[in-house]
């Protein structure tokens, strides 16, 4: 086997896994809101984005982000809580309030559902 073939089939190998990676995430238009709007009232779209948002801007600052799936809903209302105000510091700011944190529960919640 050639230099240039075995270059093409890793890059090919590549491409696939990325885009099959890509292919099985949950895009905002096909979340199910239907759990998350019976626990909590009124939660929309616009809370789902907002919460989602926070989320990916503040809790991977540190440590990697988790999947929303990957604690449940009473790990994520135990550790929420604590990781926020290290998130705040680490922006220099209050990037986080306290409404924010609730949408960021409510998304984890919905995302995880």
């Not at 075995?6 to 890509?22: D, P």
């Not at 929309?44 to 926070?54: C, H, I, K, P, R």
């Amino acid at each position: 086997m050639t230099t240039r073939y075995l270059f093409t089939t890793a890059i090919t190998i590549a491409v696939v896994s990325l885009l099959a990676a890509c292919g099985s995430a949950k895009s905002t238009s096909a979340i199910n809101l239907t759990a998350a709007q019976a626990k909590y009232p009124g939660y929309s779209m616009a809370d789902f984005t907002t919460g989602q948002a926070l989320y990916a801007a503040n809790c991977g600052r540190c440590h990697p982000a988790f999947a929303p799936n990957s604690h449940t809903e009473a790990q994520w209302a135990k550790w929420v809580p604590k990781m926020v105000p290290m998130a705040n510091k680490e922006a220099g700011t209050v990037a986080i309030d306290e409404s924010g944190q609730e949408l960021i529960l409510k998304f984890l919640y919905a995302a995880s559902h």
